[in-house]
């Protein structure tokens, strides 16, 4: 999925910069397709995150009050889990934005369109 996401972005990226006679048209719906992917693939990944999350705290709790350390194997399992979960998730998050931000650049292309302003907070 990172390779995909990346890829895509770049991809775009090289459209945007290159000539303006694009069909913007289409490239602007085939990138909506994209983005709701992608947003839905977001949103399963945090689902997913936010369970291993809940389970990761519950086992550690549950170690605080009873002591058993067959509890600990488990944690270390739910850590190793919930490590790269936090990191593709952030990818998901970050390329996905870009993705918005790449679609109000197209259609700024074709008409005068809301365009953030990253300068200001």
């Known amino acids: ?9 770049d991809y775009i990226d090289r459209l945007l910069k290159g000539s303006d006679e694009q069909d913007w048209d289409d490239v602007i719906e085939k990138h909506l397709i994209q983005i709701r992917f992608f947003a839905h693939e977001r949103l399963i990944h945090l ?3 936010a369970l291993v999350a809940i389970c990761t705290v519950i086992s550690i709790m549950t170690f605080i009050m009873t002591g058993k350390l067959e509890l600990i ?7 190793v ?11 998901l ?5 870009k993705m ?3 679609y109000d650049e197209m259609v700024g292309k074709k008409q005068a369109y809301f365009k953030v302003d990253k300068s200001k907070k």
């Open 1 to 9: 999925m990172k390779r995909r996401i990346t890829q895509y972005i």
């Open 100 to 102: 918005y931000d790449q």
């Open 81 to 91: 889990l919930l490590i790269p979960y936090c990191a593709h998730y952030y990818l």
């Open 73 to 79: 194997p488990l944690i270390v399992m739910l850590f």
């Open 93 to 97: 998050e970050n390329d996905v934005q």
């Open 47 to 49: 689902i997913v995150f």
